[in-house]
């Protein structure tokens, strides 16, 4: 897997939003882009949830033992 394959993920969902929301496209066009764009949410949420996942479980206290925080404690 690509170091940055979050980040291409999240550019072609942004490049496709901005396709829909300019109105340009047919029917047929915006439906697949649609689907192309729930895909990529998709991915983009999992790998989201995977790297808070990570850091709650790289928070140490200070003693050094583990710590499970929260993002929002941050």
Same mark, same amino acid.
């Given at each position: 897997?690509?170091?940055?394959?979050?980040?291409?993920a999240? /550019?072609? *969902?942004e490049?496709?939003?901005? #396709?829909?929301?300019?109105?340009?496209?047919? &029917?047929?066009?915006?439906?697949?882009?649609y689907?192309e764009?729930?895909?990529l949410?998709?991915?983009?949420q /999992?790998? *989201?949830?995977?790297?808070?996942? #990570?850091?709650?479980?790289l928070?140490?206290? &200070?003693?050094?033992?583990?710590?499970?925080?929260?993002?929002?404690?941050?």
């Amino acid at each position: 897997m690509k170091k940055n394959k979050f980040e291409d993920a999240l /550019k072609a *969902l942004e490049a496709i939003v901005d #396709k829909l929301e300019s109105g340009a496209l047919d &029917l047929e066009e915006s439906i697949k882009l649609y689907e192309e764009g729930i895909d990529l949410s998709v991915y983009c949420q /999992k790998q *989201l949830a995977q790297a808070e996942g #990570k850091i709650q479980r790289l928070m140490r206290k &200070l003693d050094g033992d583990l710590q499970t925080l929260d993002l929002e404690d941050l």
